[in-house]
C-alpha cells in the first residue's frame, strides 16, 4: 500500500524552512527518502529504520515514529539546489514502496 | 565506480508491440527493483530480483514480467503494449539481502512511447 505524502507541494523563499510528511496504514520497517530533480533520476537522501537508526546525508534530518507509521523530512535553510521532488519509501520484504511525491519549488 | 545503466534510454512502440528493457545495477549489487514512473502517479513498484530470483512483484497485469541473469543485469519485457504503458521505467540496485536497509541507486531510466 503506498503511503500517503504531504503536503503535494509547496513554494518557498531560499533560506525558509519546510517539513515534508508520509504516513502509512502499515507497520513500517524502514522509511526511505529521495530526491529527484526534472530529468534525472532519483537521489538517495535518507534511511530511517526501526530502532532508530539513520543513514544519511549531514544536511538532512529526519524523524520516524514507529508507533504513528509517520515520517517527516527537514529541511532547513532551504537553497535553490533543494528543488526537486522529494519521495518517501516504505520499505518491507526487500521492496520499496514509494508515495506519490511532494513538489519542492525554491524561489531566489 | 560506474552508475546504473539502463538501455536504451528513449523508445517508440506501436500499440501491440512488445519491448525490453534492460538495467546493468552497480557491480556487486545483487537486488534489482523496476518501476513505473507516469506524471502525478510517483514510483510504481513493478518487480524486484534478487540472485535470479523473483522475490517480490506489484499490482500490474501479466504483460509485464522481467528476468535477472546471474550477472546480476536485469531485464523487463512488456508485451502487448498498450497506450497506457507509456511511462519511464527506472531501475534501481543495492546490495540486496532481506529488508530494504541500504541505499539504493537508481538509473537514468528507459522513457517510452507507445502511439
Known amino acids: 500500500q503506498q503511503p500517503v505524502q504531504s503536503p503535494q507541494a509547496v513554494i518557498l523563499r531560499e533560506g525558509e524552512d519546510a517539513v515534508i510528511n508520509c504516513s502509512s496504514s502499515?507497520?513500517?520497517?524502514?522509511v526511505h527518502w529521495y530526491r529527484q530533480k526534472h530529468g534525472e533520476a532519483p537521489v538517495f537522501l535518507m534511511i530511517?529504520?526501526?530502532?532508530?537508526e539513520q543513514k544519511g546525508h549531514e544536511k538532512i534530518s529526519a524523524s520516524f515514529n514507529e508507533k504513528k507509521q509517520q515520517s517527516s523530512l527537514y529541511l532547513t535553510a532551504s537553497q535553490l539546489s533543494y528543488s526537486g521532488t522529494y519521495f518517501c519509501?516504505?520499505?518491507?520484504?526487500?521492496?520499496?514502496?514509494f508515495g506519490s511525491g511532494t513538489r519542492l519549488s525554491i524561489r531566489p | 565506480k560506474a552508475g546504473v545503466t539502463q538501455t536504451p534510454r528513449y523508445l517508440i512502440k506501436t500499440r501491440g508491440q512488445q519491448v525490453t528493457l534492460s538495467c546493468s545495477p552497480i557491480?556487486?549489487?545483487?537486488?534489482v527493483s523496476w518501476y513505473q514512473q507516469t506524471p502525478g502517479q510517483g514510483l510504481q513498484f513493478l518487480f524486484e530480483?534478487?540472485?535470479?530470483?523473483?522475490?517480490n512483484k506489484g499490482n500490474f497485469p501479466g504483460r509485464f514480467s522481467g528476468r535477472q541473469f546471474s550477472n546480476s543485469r536485469s531485464e523487463m519485457n512488456v508485451s502487448t503494449l498498450e497506450l497506457g504503458d507509456s511511462a519511464l521505467y527506472l531501475c534501481?540496485?543495492?546490495?540486496?539481502?532481506?529488508?530494504?536497509?541500504?541505499?539504493?541507486?537508481f538509473g537514468q531510466g528507459t522513457r517510452l512511447t507507445v502511439v
Open positions: 530511517l529504520l526501526k530502532g532508530g
Open positions: 557491480s556487486g549489487h545483487r537486488s
Open positions: 534501481a540496485s543495492s546490495l540486496g539481502g532481506g529488508t530494504p536497509n541500504t541505499e539504493a541507486f
Open positions: 530480483y534478487f540472485s535470479e530470483t523473483q522475490r
Open positions: 502499515k507497520a513500517l520497517y524502514s
Open positions: 519509501g516504505t520499505g518491507s520484504a526487500s521492496k520499496i514502496i
